[in-house]
């Protein structure tokens, strides 16, 4: 694929598909927070993280798709990166802006 061409119809099926995953993988990641500490369902906080772990998704399939990989284990990494979700927006930024991981 060119840089500005127009994808053909498998490639925005295929990138539909790591759309669904990253979100499916955000759900997993909020019913992985709320399950074991009893919390109660909220919509907003559940939004907030297919939001977060979409873009993560995203991130973790176009990179998959930079380093050639198989349509397959692109799907798998962005399903892992989204569900990584925000843990792994804050290792990606630390690791860029190479500051001091912060001990809480």
Not at 22 to 36: E, F, K, N, T
Not at 56 to 63: A, E, I, Q, S, V
Request: net charge positive; hydrophobic share 45%.
């Amino acid at each position: 694929m060119h840089f500005g061409s127009v994808p053909d119809n498998t490639q925005a099926v295929s990138w539909l598909i790591v759309g669904l995953f990253s979100a499916w993988g955000g759900l997993v990641r909020y019913l992985m927070d709320i399950c074991p500490t009893g919390q109660r369902w909220c919509w907003m906080a559940a939004i907030s993280q297919v939001t977060i772990s979409c873009f993560t998704g995203f991130l973790g399939g176009f990179y998959s798709y930079e380093q050639h990989n198989s349509v397959l284990m692109t799907l798998v990494l962005a399903g892992i990166c989204s569900t990584l979700g925000s843990s792994l927006l804050r290792w990606l930024w630390r690791r860029i802006l190479q500051t001091p991981e912060v001990k809480s």
